[in-house]
Nanobody
Framework: VELAESGGGSVQAGGSLSLNCTVS????????MAWFRQAPGKEREEVAT???????KYSDSVKGRFTVSQDTAKTTLTLQMNGVKPEDTAIYYC?????????????WGQGTQVTVSS
């Protein structure tokens, strides 16, 4: 499948931003969708996972502030970001994987930049 992120931009601390990931094509064995992020000079970090059968999980750094969801047609994955902080500044990527445990991801988007100013 092809993944395309959108919705990134600049926002002030405390504000909100919504990222979308459009899923194109079809692969029968997608069992997990996820959002990752990578800040300059830092390793890629898993932000949220949404298993096909199960509940979403969040990293401790975003828990209570971010919400991941998917439309019923499974064509758009959304990351609602509330109460953003400067440390949320990063390139955000969506990913699709064939493992129900959300441990490996085969398809990745190109990323969208999120910049949070204090």
């Amino acid at each position: 499948v092809e993944l395309a992120e959108s919705g990134g931009g600049s926002v002030q601390a405390g504000g909100s931003l919504s990222l979308n990931c459009t899923v194109s094509g079809y692969r029968y064995n997608i069992y997990c969708m996820a959002w990752f992020r990578q800040a300059p000079g830092k390793e890629r970090e898993e932000v949220a996972t949404l298993p096909k059968f199960g509940s979403p999980k969040y990293s401790d750094s975003v828990k209570g502030r971010f919400t991941v969801s998917q439309d019923t047609a499974k064509t758009t994955l959304t990351l609602q970001m509330n109460g953003v902080k400067p440390e949320d500044t990063a390139i955000y990527y969506c990913a699709a994987g064939s493992q129900a445990l959300c441990r490996e991801f085969e398809d990745w988007g190109q990323g969208t930049q999120v910049t949070v100013s204090s």
